[in-house]
């Protein structure tokens, strides 16, 4: 099975600042990655897929990068909502595994 | 608009089987895929498998292989999970989601929580 290795596990930030969450594949997934937001008690929310193109009605501070085994999602100017859970998912093969998640706090 | 409006929660013992059910509607049924997600508490999200929802076949996790069917009955545009010989490692909130096409997962049920305890 493809592993999927987030980072950081959790991290804090402020409205208005950047952030990134890094996702690592332990074998090359070519571009065949999805990033999703889950608040609690909540689905999952489907934001880019594959790798960097968007899901209807995320907004456009999301963006996504990557390729291989290293992948990105940029945050650009925080907003209070968006205070969630992040995963990376693999979709190149079955099984189509998920990072551990990223916890986003807002300060 | 696109719904997947998944059964009720459920609480089974050691041994026994459950059945969750997902009932699509806003879209052609058999046009997507439908695969089962789950997320024990406080755990990474799982995936246990797809089902083409046109022709029936399916595709499992290693992980679930023997104990997990997916099914579908079109004619009611709703796909089935079932899973077998529940242990207390089985408990989760058991989600279904529909395939956009690229195995990504564009729209997703509300969640099933399934307690397995003796």
């Known amino acids: 099975d493809i592993q999927m290795t987030q980072s950081p596990s959790s991290l804090s930030a402020s409205v208005g600042d950047r952030v990134t969450i890094i996702c690592r594949a332990s074998q090359s997934i070519s571009s065949y990655l999805n990033w999703y937001q889950q608040k609690p008690g909540k689905p999952p929310k489907l934001l880019i897929y594959?790798?960097?193109s968007f899901h209807s009605g995320v907004p456009s501070r999301f963006s996504g990068s990557g390729s291989g085994t290293d992948f990105t999602l940029t945050i650009n100017s925080l907003q209070p909502e968006d205070s969630a859970t992040y995963y990376c998912q693999q979709s190149y093969t079955a099984p189509y595994t998920f990072g551990q998640g990223t916890k986003l706090e807002i300060k | 608009q696109v719904q997947l409006v998944q059964s009720g929660a459920e609480v089974k013992k050691p041994g026994a089987s459950v059945k969750v059910s997902c009932e699509a509607s806003?879209?052609?049924?058999?046009?997507?895929?439908i695969h089962w997600v789950r997320q024990a508490p406080g755990q990474r999200l799982e995936w246990m498998g797809w089902?083409?929802?046109?022709?029936?076949?399916?595709k499992y996790s290693q992980r679930f292989q023997g104990r997990v069917t997916i099914t579908r009955d079109t004619s009611a545009s709703t796909a089935y999970l079932e899973l077998s010989s529940l242990r207390s490692e089985d408990t989760a909130v058991y989600y279904c989601a529909r395939d956009e096409g690229l195995t990504a997962l564009d729209f997703w049920g509300q969640g099933t929580l399934v307690t397995v305890s003796s």
């Open positions: 806003g879209y052609t049924f058999s046009s997507y895929a």
């Open positions: 089902i083409n929802t046109d022709n029936g076949n399916t």
């Open positions: 594959p790798a960097s």
